[in-house]
């Protein structure tokens, strides 16, 4: 006789690659709060804020919720490319808007993050599933090292790219997405990488929408709860992104770029994907522009033919998106 088991799925333990800054920080709450997700470290690169800011505000989250992930210094600066830059535009003068994180002087990981990258997908073989929300520099430079971490990796998950659907061609120039244009070489090894990538671009996150009023709710509703002061921290940081997105897009709220990378490990189900080899252009003025081969047909002349395929996210559930979002973080209770 078969009994039903009782046990729960182990959670998927990730890597966070992020470049901290607002959404980040949306990201980053969202994977610490969810049950089913063993957030192991942020690695930190440059991006939305310098490395030196972002350091500082991972670990201002990390204190802050008393979280137990690791804080791993990473890249600074582009593999090849001049650096765009911080977006302070966007993110604020240190990264997250008005919310300016005090010095912080907890101790970091000593490694670099691309050998932290390394030593965790090594120690835990198929376990591993990294999620990068900034520029690709520190995976590619992960893989210049150690190629071998291809075939023990669980899952690469991307927030970045435009590759067109609804007409999502970029967000920094008309055809680059940012975190792609701040390193388009790193960006090229990794998606053409034979390892299995998802990428969560434009074309879904720009399909997904944080209202002004859906942010206000979630600080509500979480009052006089364990999530209050987490729902009041992303209302917080959300002020200055608001105010870009009014003022710039006029738009009353923001699009769920980072968090839609976490929201993909846990429901993938949300997402519809289309598969094909991916390049992306490294110079000239479509510099970041990602383009993927989709349509299976065979060439006379194909330097496609012997890449690696991967997904790219074409649709995506908002709604379901946005409730998942909003009944993990209500349901959010910070370690003690």
Same mark, same amino acid.
């Not at 919720?65 to 210094?73: D, G, L, P, S, Y």
């Given at each position: ?10 959670p998927?333990?990730?890597?966070l ?6 959404d980040d920080?949306m990201?980053?709450l969202f994977?610490?709060a969810?049950?089913?997700l063993?957030?192991?470290a942020?690695t930190i690169v ?5 490395l030196?800011d972002?350091? &500082?505000n991972?670990?201002f989250i990390?204190n802050k919720?008393n979280? &137990? ?5 990473g ?5 090849k490319?001049p650096?765009? %830059?911080?977006?302070v535009?966007?993110? %604020?003068p ?22 932290y990258i ?6 835990h073989p198929?376990?591993?599933?990294l999620?990068a ?10 893989? &210049?090292m150690?190629a071998s971490i291809c075939s023990l990796?669980?899952q690469?998950?991307?927030m ?7 007409g999502h061609?970029?967000n920094v ?17 990794v998606?053409?990488a034979?390892?299995p990538v998802?990428v ?6 720009q399909?997904s ?5 859906y942010?206000?709710?979630?600080r509500?509703d979480a ?5 209050a002061d987490a729902c009041q921290?992303?209302?917080d940081?959300s002020r200055?992104?608001?105010?870009f997105y009014?003022d710039?897009l006029? +738009?009353?709220?923001?699009?769920v ?13 949300l ?5 094909g080899?991916?390049c ?6 479509a510099i970041?522009?990602? +383009?993927q081969?989709f349509d299976g047909k065979?060439y006379p002349?194909?330097d496609w ?8 996210g ?7 998106l946005?409730?998942?979002y909003r009944?993990? +973080?209500?349901?959010?209770?910070p370690?003690?």
């Amino acid at each position: 006789m078969f009994h039903k088991s009782n046990v729960l799925p182990q959670p998927h333990k990730i890597i966070l690659d992020t470049d901290p800054g607002i959404d980040d920080a949306m990201a980053i709450l969202f994977a610490e709060a969810h049950p089913n997700l063993d957030l192991k470290a942020l690695t930190i690169v440059y991006g939305n804020a310098t490395l030196d800011d972002g350091i &500082q505000n991972a670990l201002f989250i990390k204190n802050k919720f008393n979280c &137990q992930f690791e804080v791993v210094a990473g890249a600074s600066v582009p593999l090849k490319r001049p650096a765009v %830059g911080a977006t302070v535009a966007v993110h %604020g003068p240190h990264g997250l808007g008005d919310v300016v994180a005090p010095p912080q002087t907890v101790a970091i990981d000593e490694r670099p993050a691309y050998q932290y990258i390394i030593d965790t997908i090594h120690a835990h073989p198929g376990e591993i599933t990294l999620v990068a929300v900034g520029p690709l520099t520190n995976l590619a430079l992960a893989l &210049q090292m150690d190629a071998s971490i291809c075939s023990l990796v669980k899952q690469v998950v991307i927030m970045g790219g435009a590759f067109g659907e609804h007409g999502h061609r970029g967000n920094v120039t008309p055809y680059a997405e940012a975190n792609i244009h701040d390193d388009p070489h790193a960006a090229d090894i990794v998606l053409s990488a034979p390892w299995p990538v998802v990428v969560i671009g434009l074309d879904v996150t720009q399909q997904s929408f944080f209202s002004s009023d859906y942010l206000d709710a979630l600080r509500d509703d979480a009052l006089l709860t364990q999530s209050a002061d987490a729902c009041q921290f992303i209302h917080d940081v959300s002020r200055y992104y608001l105010r870009f997105y009014a003022d710039k897009l006029g +738009l009353a709220g923001c699009h769920v770029h980072d968090p839609s990378a976490i929201a993909y490990v846990l429901q993938p189900e949300l997402f519809s994907l289309r598969q094909g080899p991916i390049c992306v252009v490294t110079e000239g003025p479509a510099i970041g522009m990602t +383009l993927q081969k989709f349509d299976g047909k065979r060439y006379p002349m194909d330097d496609w033919e012997s890449a690696a395929n991967q997904q790219v996210g074409v649709e995506v559930d908002a709604s379901a998106l946005l409730e998942l979002y909003r009944t993990t +973080l209500l349901a959010y209770m910070p370690k003690c």
